[in-house]
């Protein structure tokens, strides 16, 4: 049980918005500390979508933003097309349990 | 380009022990951190630790430490995981991705614990 809560699961239709949300608390998001997100494609290795709360990574659409606030962060996708479709993860740093990835978000293009 | 190459996929047996291997190339090894990270069948991703790709030192996640065990060989810039004591449970992909955020991952390496 991770302590960044995320929804299991999102959907879209095409062209939509969505957004995710990691939920944290004092010892983690709330203390300051930044958030990244990454996707994972079905079968393959995860890839840093989001750094540092809302910096893009060289060659990620800026379809995909960031943003936090208190003890939540959360990540939009604009525009949503089919290749979206994938698993998203917040990460962030605890102060009693070091590096912590969020729960997982499932992104479904309807 | 940066590069993290791993081992291919393991079956082992209860009790056994594995190593993983993650070969860096296109950057300073050693100017960089290495992260493990566990994912099980179906499930999220868990960060396992970390070792400093300078001094050599390992810090274990909670849940992973006594069996696991990171090291390095900078001759060759490769991490490895090394797992004893295998248990069923054992039985996911581990990937190793490079520094804080994680800005490079490898392929992951699929280690199937079965008698």
């Known amino acids: 049980q991770s302590v960044l809560t995320q929804p299991p699961s999102v959907s879209g239709a095409p062209g939509q918005r969505v957004t995710i949300s990691c939920t944290g608390s004092?010892?983690?998001?709330?203390?300051?500390?930044?958030v990244h997100w990454y996707q994972q494609l079905p079968g393959t290795a995860p890839k840093l979508l989001i750094y540092?709360?809302?910096n893009r990574p060289s060659g990620v659409p800026d379809r995909f933003s960031g943003s936090k606030s208190g003890t939540s962060a959360s990540l939009a996708i604009t525009g949503l097309q089919a290749e979206d479709e994938a698993d998203y993860y917040c990460?962030?740093?605890?102060?009693?349990?070091?590096?912590?990835f969020g729960t997982g978000t499932k992104v479904t293009v309807l | 380009q940066v590069q993290l190459v791993q081992s291919g996929s393991e079956l082992k047996k209860p009790g056994a022990s594995v190593k993983v291997s993650c070969k860096a190339s296109?950057?300073?090894?050693?100017?960089?951190?290495m992260n493990w990270v566990r994912q099980a069948p179906g499930q999220g991703l868990e960060w396992m630790g970390w070792?400093?790709?300078?001094?050599?030192?390992?810090t274990y996640a909670q849940g992973f430490t006594g069996r696991f065990v990171f090291s390095l060989d900078t001759s060759v810039s490769t991490a490895y995981l090394q797992i004893s004591g295998l248990k069923p449970e054992d039985t996911a992909v581990y990937y190793c991705?490079?520094?804080?955020?994680?800005?490079?991952w490898g392929q992951g390496t699929l280690v199937t614990v079965s008698s």
């Open positions: 991705a490079r520094e804080r955020p994680m800005d490079h």
């Open positions: 990460q962030s740093y605890d102060i009693y349990l070091s590096y912590v």
């Open positions: 540092n709360n809302s």
């Open positions: 004092s010892s983690n998001i709330g203390a300051g500390h930044d």
């Open positions: 070792i400093n790709t300078n001094t050599g030192n390992p």
């Open positions: 296109g950057y300073t090894f050693s100017n960089y951190v």
